[in-house]
């Protein structure tokens, strides 16, 4: 039987630029990620679009770095911890960053655990791609 356990997520949106400051900043939040919750997810070359402050559509495309913390979006402290440590990451990237506004997203996730192993009926299993 399947339980659900909770995390929050959190999205850091990096522009794709040529300056080597863009790089390096993608490196580290994989780096970070990884190393302070054991891993992450990227979305390359992703494309969007903003309006400037000079209210202008700007068409862009970003890096989408993303990690599920082990926190749960429900209590308090953990919601506090988490906002708290994105407010400091959204700091640093502008520090690094030449971009008006950098978008990281934080919300509440939940994971599907087995409470018990999963018992596989191997007698149906083949290989869908074989490289």
Request: glycine share 4%; net charge negative.
């Amino acid at each position: 039987m399947p339980n659900l356990t909770p995390r929050i997520r959190v999205e850091v949106y990096i522009p794709i630029r040529h300056q080597p400051s863009y790089h390096n900043s993608l490196s580290w939040v994989i780096e970070e990620f990884t190393q302070l919750r054991g891993g992450c997810t990227v979305n390359e070359n992703v494309g969007g679009y903003y309006l400037s402050r000079a209210n202008k559509v700007i068409d862009d495309r970003v890096d989408v770095v993303y990690c599920d913390f082990p926190l749960d979006w429900n209590k308090r402290a953990d919601r506090t911890e988490v906002l708290t440590y994105c407010a400091t990451l959204k700091e640093f990237l502008l520090q690094d960053l030449w971009e008006e506004e950098i978008l990281i997203c934080v919300y509440p996730v939940s994971h599907i655990r087995e409470q018990f192993e999963p018992r596989m009926n191997t007698k149906y299993l083949r290989l869908v791609h074989n490289s």
